[in-house]
């Protein structure tokens, strides 16, 4: 017995040792193109990484001890981040069992996304696959449905894989419009309500948002005037960062009137938020820039919300939100569409490139911008000296449909880019032809 326990600890010790060198390995990259994304480009360039973080960006950097990985002809650019999605939370929309979106409650402001993530989710290689290292995982349902985290697509579990915890808070702004069919053409007439009728209840959930920030409010001073001996409560205490400005505050809001009513409410309230979804915000390009509010533009793709709007006014709409001045990322939206098509994530950048937005706005737009908004502009979202070393090299522009993800790595250790689609294919691929 004592024997194998001696070589039982001489294996794990063996493993741990092994583990060591690749977490501490020194890298040197070399690739056609550094798309260092804050700094411009560098032909021809390296990085050189050690322990997961980037030490120098050039070229000639010195290779002693350095393993060399060339990338001869690639792109490197440092990896993609998707914001707002649901991705880990939901596999198969048809199929409730997969899905683990929601919480019963119409405030529930302690639940926190990442706890509920399926890291074995075969939605996760393939997203990974087109080039997003990182995805912001977002609870839903209710009115406060809860904190958002940051999840890298790679790694050994909830622990392995989360990369920021309590990214932001979450409201799902109500419906500002008023439904004006007569009665007659209800399929339910029971269903129909006067325009006076919808009003008093719109007012009535805009109260309950201004009493819930009220009481959370509240329940700040009162922890901080009663010192140890306060009682806390869970959904309270998750509201203190958000009171005190120390957490953001991400408002779901489309149409043009939720989201004036939203800015309208965050400024009176001195509460910074960041709109997401955004249909309407080129609307309001002016005032979102004035009072600095991001957006995370999910409907580069959906079709005009008007039948008076040109067929390409979601095409151009991230250009004009940069005109004003209004820092944008990208998204794909919540819920398991969102969550199995986030791989196409980049051809939103590029359509809108392709309508006005510059190609390197574009480019942030997938990357620093998404990284500045979730508060890790620090560790992702360019190639600079001290952050992660979390890259793709790809054959060609990101940007570009025909270009492919070759290879990936995150936080200094590459990552297979296999899927059950490369699976299948290679299976299909080699089907027997019939005789």
């Not at 939103?348 to 998404?370: D, F, M, N």
């Not at 990101?398 to 699976?423: F, Q």
Request: charged share 25%.
């Amino acid at each position: 017995m004592k024997l194998f326990r001696t070589t039982l600890l001489a294996f794990l010790l063996s493993l741990l040792g092994a583990a060591a060198p690749a977490s501490a390995q020194t890298l040197l990259f070399r690739a056609a193109v550094v798309h260092t994304i804050a700094n411009g480009d560098i032909a021809d360039g390296e990085v050189l990484v050690k322990a997961g973080k980037i030490m120098l960006i050039g070229r000639g950097l010195p290779a002693k001890d350095a393993q060399i990985i060339e990338l001869k002809g690639q792109h490197l650019y440092p990896g993609l981040i998707a914001p707002n999605t649901s991705l880990g939370l939901v596999e198969i929309g048809a199929v409730r069992a997969t899905e683990d979106t929601t919480e019963i409650g119409t405030f529930t402001p302690d639940v926190q996304s990442w706890i509920a993530v399926n890291p074995d989710s075969e939605l996760i290689p393939v997203a990974r696959a087109n080039g997003i290292t990182h995805a912001h995982v977002v609870p839903s349902g209710g009115r406060v449905p809860g904190q958002s985290g940051l999840t890298a697509l790679a790694g050994w579990g909830v622990e392995g894989i989360v990369a920021k915890r309590a990214v932001a808070m979450h409201l799902d702004w109500p419906d500002m419009s008023l439904d004006t069919r007569p009665k007659e053409q209800f399929s339910d007439s029971s269903k129909w309500k006067s325009p006076d009728d919808q009003a008093k209840d719109r007012r009535k959930r805009l109260k309950e948002i201004d009493d819930f920030f009220d009481e959370a409010s509240a329940y700040a001073k009162a922890r901080a005037a009663a010192g140890k001996d306060f009682k806390q409560h869970p959904a309270w205490e998750a509201m203190l960062p958000v009171v005190r400005g120390e957490l953001p505050l991400i408002v779901h809001a489309e149409e043009l009137r939720q989201i004036k009513a939203a800015l309208h409410w965050s400024t009176n309230r001195n509460q910074r938020i960041i709109i997401a979804g955004g249909r309407d915000a080129a609307l309001v390009a002016d005032t979102l820039a004035k009072t600095k509010t991001s957006v995370i533009f999910e409907h580069v793709f959906t079709l005009p919300p008007r039948d008076s709007d040109a067929h390409i006014v979601q095409f151009r709409a991230v250009a004009q939100l940069h005109k004003a001045g209004v820092k944008v990322a990208f998204g794909l939206g919540l819920g398991s569409w969102g969550a199995s098509g986030l791989r196409n994530l980049p051809y939103s950048a590029a359509q809108s490139a392709a309508y006005g937005l510059p190609e390197i706005e574009a480019l942030k737009a997938i990357t620093l911008h998404p990284a500045q908004i979730l508060g890790v502009a620090d560790r992702l979202g360019s190639i600079e000296q001290g952050k992660e070393a979390s890259f793709i090299a790809t054959d060609g522009n990101i940007l570009d449909i025909r270009s492919n993800v070759k290879r990936m790595w995150i936080a200094g250790r590459e990552t297979s880019l296999e899927s059950r689609h490369t699976r299948l294919y290679e299976k299909y691929k080699n089907r027997p032809k019939p005789n």
